[in-house]
């Protein structure tokens, strides 16, 4: 009986149970299991895709939906977490997975009532195809592409089968034929009386038949050939694209050799004459190797399988094993601001654990935490960056460029350096060029230093001086003469470099030797500009008391900030109990990450008009900051579509989410004169009474949330603390 085709009215009304069922008998699957298999496309971002020519597991059936009036060809949409573990645009895959009914808001917009998509976390890999598909199914122009080893082996199997059945077949025709054939000569010799003997006849018979067989051999053994040599020819340039690989890879290795045989070469020869030390060298040959060991621990991808919801668990367990405790939210909020790669404000009272969660949390992932202590009297850049003395000819480097160049030296170690008490100088002096340059999100930020022909006129007397050591060697033939003491001793060789350099005695040539030293060890060793490491997060710690500076709009439209409450006031047991429910058997090693699964520098996601959350904080615009004086902007909604997508991973209640970008983004931004008239209404008066009140809306669950932690309880404190000092709202205070 033929599948019933459905048109909407008849399915207007019906419940996801109903609609499955359809699918079900359509599909002809049982007990609601939706397991497919289909190639997989990727689109050029590599972040979505597509599951097509979808066909059952149980039937081998290539399936559409029962729907009149669209186009019935099935394509499922892969969830971008899934996206990253297949291959690119360029390479087609084929895989197993279930599917699972689309959300309703996806379904109504694309008008499909029974659309699905594939459910996360189900794929795995196809090791064979099915025999009885058609070429057709295959997607991918670059056929080569699909010469992988399973696909090679299937068709491999697939030939030798068919050989064999085709064998088989002929063996069998050629029986059939010969028992024939003897058949009708029987018949023949039982009528021939004459005196040719049985034997001859049989004989004949026997002859004949062989023949046909070796006739047929001939054609089977043209098959094989033919199938032989198609194989031998793949193989063939198979081995000549890896001829050419290697050939191209020598030819880079053989230039390297030499680029690298040169510059040792001149390396050398400063060395000899003392213009360098032995521990420049490597840095004069690019080759500095990272001293940092290997880190014991254990795999986020392959043990955790890359779940942050997990990550964020043994975290948690690992700092209760050392003796740290903190709440898992703030761990979940911790991690999901690292992966924005914006810039993280921790703020609260002196000993909260703002420094402790940087060290601690370092070390949980196997990092390495630098704490740089902020001066009172920072005021510019050059105070977080140093800078170039031309007197001394060198870079004058601070501790944060140090370890701003260790962590460009170990690339695969996240770094996590704080700024403590980075609010004792005004943080706008000396941070805002570098925060602005931070706000390259679509390229690396690169960090100059001093110009770049300070370095150039460096190398240039340099090389002047080499030349004339070199061509005094030759005129004197005082090839003996191997360092710079012996070159002082050698009286007809110092004078020609004393004439050559314009110098009266040997002070003169002993001083330009030390002056040349410290220029070059100055150049060699701190470039004249770098990039920002992709393996760095930058983390403030600030304290707020009568000692300290506010921060400005334009840091605070910039960072997030993550408020502390004193450790005595959290809820041990309450954290105990949440260690003990995850149940892992091994907490003494840290959970190692890879650089770019602790945070990209990517672009924010874009603005969408008909986002709930883009509308949300448009209408509080609108209705509440505009009014209240308080900076918002598309960058500040940008940034809370980051850190929603990327908070979703460790916890799925969108309506913390909402209250942690309220504390991070837009409470700490109220400091203002709440006296100040709006019509018929003060500005304290429009907080009291109309804006906690939707916000108490918006977070329905504010009750059950931590004091510290809840943007309706830190608001009402906010509003208490304006009404005694005189209306003047400081979230601060």
Known sequence: MENKIYNFDELEGLSDIDLEEILERSWNIENGNFEVWGEVKLFADKTWGYLINPRTISENKLISYPLTGINNTCKFFINPKDVKKIGDENTSSFVRCKLQLSPLSEREKHNIPFEMNTCPGSFSLLEKLPFDISNDIFTNDNM???????????????????????????????????????????????????????????????????????????????????????????????????????????????????????????????????????????????????????????????????????????????????????????????????????????????????????????????????????????????????????????????????????????????????????????????????????????????????????????????????????????????????NFIELLKDEELTQHLRQAFGFSDKNSLIKYHSEIRRMLSAAITMPSSIKMPENVHIIGAINIDETTHYLSPKILDRAHIMRFESPLLSDWDQILSEVERYDFVDVTKPLLFEIKELGERNDYPKFDWNNEFCKLFIELNKEFFHKLGIEFGMRTIRQGLNYLAFFESVNDDSILSINNFLLHKVLPKFTFDGNKSLGQQTKLDLIEKVFIERIKKELPTYTEMPQIFSAVAVLESVIQDAKVNDGVVNFWS
């Open 144 to 482: 080569s592409s699909f010469m992988s080893k399973s696909i090679y082996d299937f068709y491999h199997e697939k030939a030798d089968e068919k050989i064999k059945d085709d064998f088989y077949i002929l063996k069998k025709r050629l029986n059939d034929e010969l028992l024939e054939s003897r058949k009708v000569v029987e018949e023949e010799l039982n009528g021939i009386k004459n005196e040719k003997s049985v034997a001859e006849i049989e004989r004949n018979t026997t002859l004949k038949a062989n023949k046909v067989l070796i006739a047929k051999k001939e054609i089977l053994d043209s098959k094989i050939e033919s199938l032989t040599f198609k194989e031998q020819e793949k193989v063939k340039h198979i081995t000549q694209l890896k001829k050419e690989f290697h050939d191209l890879e020598a030819g880079m290795n053989n230039k390297i050799e030499r680029l690298r045989k040169y510059v040792s070469d001149k390396a050398l020869f400063l060395k000899t004459f003392e213009f360098v030390d032995e521990e420049d060298l490597g840095c004069f040959l690019l080759e500095s190797n990272s001293n940092n060991e290997i880190v014991d621990g254990f795999s986020f991808k392959n043990i955790l399988g890359g779940d942050y919801y997990k990550a964020v668990s043994y975290i948690q367990a690992y700092l209760v094993k050392k003796g740290v405790l903190y709440p898992r939210h703030i761990v979940e909020n911790y991690i999901t601001l690292l992966r924005t790669k914006d810039l993280i404000v921790l703020a609260g009272d002196s000993g909260s654990g703002k420094t402790n969660l940087v060290k601690s949390f370092a070390k949980a992932v196997g990092g390495k935490s630098i704490i740089i202590p902020v001066k009172p009297n920072w005021t510019s850049s050059e105070d977080l960056l140093g800078y170039y003395n031309p007197l001394e000819k060198k870079y004058l480097a601070t501790p944060f460029l140090e370890a701003l160049i260790e962590a460009n030296k170990n690339p695969d170690i996240p770094y996590f350096i704080c700024l403590d008490e980075m609010n004792l100088a005004r943080v706008e002096y000396y941070f805002a060029d570098f925060l602005s340059l931070l706000e390259s999100r679509d390229e690396e930020p690169e960090i100059k230093l001093y110009a770049e022909d300070e370095s150039a006129h460096v190398l240039s007397e340099l090389k002047a001086v080499v030349e004339i050591i070199q061509a005094g060697k030759e005129k004197y033939s005082q090839d003996g003469v191997v």
